[in-house]
């Protein structure tokens, strides 16, 4: 199958183009860029006037729900979700049920995604054994099923002596660890934010320092054992300022966003609205902008949807006893771009921390429109306006504390391999 797509703006990150460009693919394959290719005759011409084309994007933090809590979502239900949202590369945490602590789980869960052909699914294995934080799981078997790296999901590792071995054995082997820092203490029973907010209505409370202590802790570790961290859905001020301090410093660290941090704060909590009980819990307008910035400056290297789909009953219930999470694929390009029109960037420097910056992350090929590589392509109108609607929602997760809002840019067509696997009606 050739196809050629005409006089799209072509957006390439990790090749720093940023041009009006024509996109030829060839088998599957990125086989030119602004020049056809020799004897190049296409089977179907895209027109892509007045759109975007970039990389499929790739999400640091989806949750599947596969295996085990399929009544929420299915690998089926989020992976078209993610199609539509122009995401063509994810990975999943390990927090399902059975957690991913074993091979053969790994293994089933890639083999119903490649049958599935949706999108690159990429694991990250636990850490530890039923992600309880006391025996490490056999990191090296886990990587040889497929898992790119290694997480303890929203659980903490409260034994400092577990974690320093975790750090040791991740630095002789090269594996990345993707923690969430917050301090298990601190945190425990806290649904909100410890503010002003939290305190008016009455909601148990974690303090910003439950972060900033964590990642200190983490980042004094990775220093020590030259292991390679990356910090999961950063939400604070303190903690963007410890990112940048061991940048400096040469630590191997990089960090990420949830796209809803950047533009929600525990304002928008409201009367009790249980769309916004996230985790880490929205932070105060300080720390939303602390992490705008961050992000800005290159302090913080990607944004992701951290999709968690998350069935009505849970959310019907009391704030503190409802089940964190917001669903998110869909959104996270709209969001990006907001964050970016907000925060006076370019929409090359949004598409950056949703391509080629979350791939590198990741150590996988993906996230750029190089010559020969896969041609995963995310084409979408930058200028379409559209309101955020349960019903139109392709997750079978409708929890969102967007919805109802405008949101600007959609996805008109997704490529995967070089074929249309998701294209606006």
Known sequence: MKIHIKNGHLIDPKNKIDAKHDVFIVAGKIAGIGNMPDGFVANQTIDATGLIVAPGLVDLSVR???????????????????????VTSLACPPDTNPVLDEP???????????????????PLG????????????????????????????????????????AFEYAATFGYTLFLRAEDYYLAKNGVAHDGEIASRLGLKGIPAAAEALSIASILRIAQETKTRIHLCRLSTAEGVDLVRQAKKQGVQVTADVSAQHCHLTDMDIGYFNTHANLKPPLRSNRDKAALCQGLKDGIIDAICSDHTPVNDDAKLLPFAEAEAGA????????????????????????????????ASIL?????????HADADVCIFNPQTEWKVNAIQLKSKGKNTPFLGLD?????EYTFLHGQIIYAQV
């Open 407 to 411: 949101m600007t840019g959609k996805v």
């Open 363 to 371: 150590g996988i090929s993906g996230g750029d429109l190089s010559l």
């Open 64 to 86: 599947l729900r596969e295996p085990g809590s399929d009544y929420q979502a299915t690998l089926n239900s989020e992976l078209l979700a993610a199609v539509a949202g122009g």
């Open 104 to 122: 053969g789980l790994v293994e089933m869960l890639k083999h119903r995604a490649k049958l599935l052909n949706l999108a690159h699914v990429y």
């Open 327 to 358: 669903t998110g694929l869909e959104l996270l390009l709209p969001l990006a771009l907001k964050w970016a029109m907000d925060n006076k960037t370019t929409l090359f420097d949004a598409i950056a921390k949703i391509t080629s910056q979350p």
């Open 126 to 165: 636990a850490l530890t054994r039923q992600l309880e934080g006391k025996l490490l799981t056999e990191m090296y078997a886990l990587t040889q099923a497929g898992c790119v790296g290694f997480s303890q999901a929203d659980t903490t590792i409260t034994d400092t002596q577990v974690l320093w071995r």
